[in-house]
């Protein structure tokens, strides 16, 4: 947020002063704050001297700034500003000085003002015709009211809208929990990587997987491919936090909706749906740099710019570069990682735009750690620095994404549109790793070896299109949305691998990196290729039932298919397919005033199962995951603070279980020659409270809790690593007056303890003593084009395993203490 900002919503009265918010009461603080806004201090401020610090951009975009920054109101026809651009306004001016600024050069003109509110139309047009025009289609920009989901240079921790469920809505009109990551949150916590991101995100933990092929868990459930978007558009990542990070950089925003997403996913977990937005070009001209420097060798550059490419600024593009070279806190290991990503929007007249971008990603990894630390054969951590890594100086792990997107949006009418986005991903993954396995003895320190030297060669090849109308329209006295769309995905893989046997023993407290010569590999000894692809249809509506009240009706039809052939005999392994599976949607929105909402929702998604057959011969019914929800939603301040609490309920049924009276029956399964049948159950519960946005000028927050039960039908967790009790907060800061050009913050990741019996010993038990890891950052702001920040991660350099897996393997320790130093400019 801008000084200019900060100082009027002071000057404004916005706040009551000396309101003080403690951490346990914060909702409730945040309540009482929104009624704090006198009205003799809106008048007094008609014609008052403000600071303005709006950037050259979008007319429509401009205006949403002017009326966050002077405290009015301006109403407007949609269509009157389409296409529109409006110059840069730093300094200070009244309000109709300011506004006349940023109106020159277009034929938009003030047609009429009152106190706090003013009245566009275009030059020319009678005012008959334009009061007629504002009837039909009035826009009233009170801070958020234009619902621009853009986070970039909002300077805040939450946005205006999100775009997760192809409608534009708010975050307090979406009946499910929602996160925004904002690029401002990126920058100041330095989460350069997707995982990283997620790692800081209310809900979200992190859980250790086979290979290195790490995943994200919410309430409970995995988080796997088929859970991400990418502008919408599901199917089309591989390994996004996992062997193939996406680095953030190209990223305005992350929504993260947490339990059953199938209208937007179709066939996944019912754990969420995480939607990476894209950076677009902007309206005016920008040079954006980054440098960074920290522990461990630890050095990153980016650069990011772009504007307009013509005169009249209907073709606009974006280069975003970075390069990451780093080392690591455990012995042995580095990376680099070049990334290149652009952009262009083409305006083909007033009412359609087409975008085509292209990213190329890679990351190169010497020394690269496949499975972590073994435990010792009691279930207790390895008494070893955290220093410690079993690797030899000859693994290697090379990654490459590349992709190309396009995208046609045309716009009817103020209130439809429809948009094609077209997206083709190509992922390239080489891995030459010697792997170490078995648990350690605590007297002797023996029992842990290379015991395999593992070659794998993947390449993936992912096609995405989806074609969607949205609008709204008046019925029955309500203002109604709907949107109706059709999507497809391919995946395709090609994945090689073999291995060379070793029994290399390894001494855990003083590991030897070069034990093994380097091999040369042999020849594959397994391929398989394979392909999936899904079709859906699908539709939502918002349906305004009375005025606080809106019902929210979807459901998705889709087809999937599944094959899979050996690459060495040609014989087929998997071949499966769901045909018209249909997924419901339902909730409901009661507002309780402008502010604040009750919700409750139905969600579920499903899993094809059909690769397993029953007794009869049929093939399996799939598996359902059903979301159910209920709470309270909070938009205050205008939009710029979001608060939330939830109850939920996630069942996922119909599992396939062994149908033990008939073993061996079904030899016709590619899967199994045993009978299958539904019957498994998984189930989690719990609630979260969640708070984003300005508690106060110049105080950005991001504040998350979560509690969360999960049992099976045998009454054991679901999943181990996913603590019951989960803290997570980021928090920056701006100070005021003649010391505005400092800001500190920072943030802290807590959860409770955890333990169950281990995976490859269940007499066994191993696990986590609960933690809290604090981080801090302070900036300041060398002048308008320059500003520097340090971030200190693990301030107390607490001793924690991040990750947990079995007693052989698959154990990681969390990031030690360390320094980063961040140089910004702008020019």
């Known amino acids: 947020m801008g000084r200019g900002m900060l100082k009027d919503a002071l000057a404004g009265g916005a706040l009551t002063a000396g309101m003080q918010l403690k951490a346990a009461p914060v909702l ?27 950037p050259a951009q979008a007319l429509d975009r401009a205006l949403k700034l002017f009326s966050e920054q002077s405290k009015h109101q301006v109403l407007f026809d949609e269509a009157v500003v389409a296409g529109k651009h409006s110059p840069a306004i730093n300094g200070r001016y009244t309000p109709r000085e300011a506004l006349d600024q940023l109106l020159a050069g277009t034929n938009v003109r003030v047609n009429s003002a009152r106190p706090d509110v003013f009245t566009l139309t275009v030059v020319g047009q009678s005012a008959q015709s334009s009061a007629d025009a504002l009837t039909l289609q009035a826009v009233t920009v009170t801070g958020n009211s234009l619902r621009d989901p853009t986070t970039e240079l909002t300077g805040s921790y939450t946005t205006g809208a999100v775009t997760i469920g192809k409608l534009t809505q708010s975050i307090r009109e979406t009946p499910q929990s929602v996160s925004v990551i904002t690029r401002q949150q990126l920058d100041d916590r330095n989460l350069t990587t997707l995982d990283e991101a997620l790692a800081q995100t209310t809900g979200v933990t992190k859980t250790a997987r086979n290979f290195g092929n790490h995943k994200f868990s919410i309430r409970g459930f995995t988080v796997d491919d088929n859970n991400y978007l990418v502008d919408g558009v599901a199917g089309i990542v591989y390994a996004p936090v996992g062997w193939l990070p996406i680095d953030t950089a190209v990223f305005d925003r992350v929504e993260v909706l947490r339990g059953a997403g199938g209208l937007m996913l179709g ?73 290149l990503y652009g952009v262009i929007d083409a305006d083909i007249g007033q009412n359609t735009t087409l975008t085509l971008g292209a990213r190329h990603q890679a990351n190169d990894t010497d020394g690269y750690w496949l499975f972590g630390l073994p435990r010792y054969t009691d279930g207790g951590a390895l008494d070893v620095s955290r220093s410690t890594s079993l690797i030899q100086d000859w693994n290697r792990q090379k990654g490459q994404v590349d992709e190309i997107f396009a995208e046609a949006e045309h ?180 507002d309780l005033n402008k502010q604040w909402s009750v919700y409750t929702s139905y969600a579920d998604t499903f899993q094809p199962q059909s690769t397993y057959v029953t ?175 340090l971030n200190v991660a693990n301030v107390f350099d607490k001793h924690y395993y991040g990750m947990l897996s079995q007693i052989r393997r698959g154990n990681h320790y969390g990031e030690p203490r360390n320094v980063m130093l961040t140089l910004r400019g702008t020019l």
């Not at 040079?287 to 073709?315: H, K």
């Not at 049948?677 to 979260?688: A, F, P, Q, V, Y």
């Open 615 to 789: 007794s009869s011969g049929a093939p399996l019914d799939p598996a359902i995951g059903a979301n159910y929800e209920a709470g309270l939603k909070g938009e205050l301040y205008d939009g710029r603070l979001n608060v939330s609490a939830a109850v939920f309920a996630v069942k996922k049924s119909g599992i396939a279980v062994l149908d033990d009276a008939n073993p061996g029956s079904c030899p016709g399964s590619l899967a199994s020659p045993d009978c299958y049948r539904n019957g498994g159950t998984l189930r989690s519960k719990g609630i979260e409270l969640e708070a984003s946005g300005e508690l106060s000028p110049g105080w950005q927050v991001m504040a998350g809790y979560t509690y969360v039960t999960s049992r099976d039908d045998e009454g054991e967790t679901i999943s181990a690593e996913t603590p019951r009790h989960l803290f997570r907060l980021s928090t920056s800061y701006q100070l005021p007056g003649r010391w505005n050009a400092f800001s500190v913050g920072g943030g802290v990741s807590a959860q409770s303890g955890y333990s169950y019996p281990a995976y490859d010993d269940t007499s066994v038990r191993m696990g986590a003593p609960g933690r809290a890891v604090w981080d801090l950052r302070a900036g300041y702001r060398i002048n308008k084009h320059w500003s520097a920040s």
């Open 267 to 339: 066939s996944a977990d019912p754990s969420g749906a995480i939607n990476m937005v894209r950076k677009r070009p902007r309206g005016e001209a920008h040079l954006d740099m980054a440098a960074t420097a920290g522990s461990w060798d630890n050095y990153r550059m980016e650069l990011d710019g772009g504007g307009p490419i013509n005169a009249s600024g209907t073709v606009r593009g974006r280069l975003v570069t970075a390069y990451q070279d780093r080392h690591y806190f455990y012995d042995g290991t580095k990376s680099t990682s070049p990334l």
């Open 411 to 590: 716009r009817f009418s103020a209130d439809w549109k429809a948009r094609l986005s077209v997206n083709w991903t190509e992922a390239d993954l080489d891995q030459r790793v010697a792997i170490p396995l078995g648990g350690v003895d605590r007297t002797t320190g023996v029992g842990s070896s290379f015991y395999d030297i593992y070659f794998s060669r993947t390449r993936v090849l992912s096609d995405g299109v989806d074609l969607n109308t949205t609008g709204s329209f008046q019925a029955l006295g309500g203002t109604h949305q709907v949107v109706v769309g059709a999507t497809w995905s391919r995946k395709r893989a090609n994945q090689r691998s073999t291995n060379l046997d070793s029994d290399t023993p390894i001494d855990v407290y003083n590991p030897d990196h070069s034990s093994i010569p380097e091999p040369a590999r042999p020849a594959w000894n397994w391929k398989e290729t394979s392909e999936s692809e899904q079709t859906g249809l699908y539709t939502s509506m918002r349906l305004q039932l009375a005025d606080p009240l809106h019902l929210l009706l979807g459901g998705r039809l889709s087809w999937l298919k599944y094959r899979s052939t050996d690459g060495l005999t040609g014989e087929k392994t998997r071949d499966y397919e769901q045909k018209h599976e249909f997924t419901p949607y339902a909730g409901l929105v009661y």
């Open 28 to 54: 409730v603080a945040c309540a009482l704050a929104a009624l704090a806004q006198p009205a003799a201090a809106q008048t007094q401020q008609q014609a008052a001297v403000v600071d303005f610090s709006i």
